[in-house]
């Protein structure tokens, strides 16, 4: 089986401490269409989630530190030491 994937994501997000403000997902794999955008309110830990294709909005809480698929892989890119972490060693950012 082979279809086409045409899919985007988006992160905003604050430069300094990498908390993501608005996260969208346009996503299209053949059949499967989804386009949901979330806008993040850290000073309450909510958000509102909105299904472009259903039509719905959702309220979400969430917990601190959360991070998008996005600002996840800058987060680590700008935060994580490659050097200094061993083989097994847990890393915890919260």
């Given at each position: ?72 892989f800058?987060?680590l890119?700008n ?16």
């Amino acid at each position: 089986m082979v279809f086409k994937v045409d899919d985007y994501f988006d992160s905003y997000f604050e430069k300094d401490i990498v908390r993501p403000i608005r996260f969208v997902r346009n996503i299209s794999e053949g059949n499967y269409k989804r386009h949901v955008e979330i806008d993040f309110d850290h000073n309450t830990q909510s958000g509102i989630m909105h299904d472009l294709l259903r039509k719905t909005k959702t309220e979400i809480d969430f917990a601190p530190n959360l991070q998008d698929l996005v600002s996840t892989f800058y987060f680590l890119r700008n935060h994580f030491d490659l050097e200094g972490i061993q083989v097994g060693e847990t890393a915890s950012y919260i």
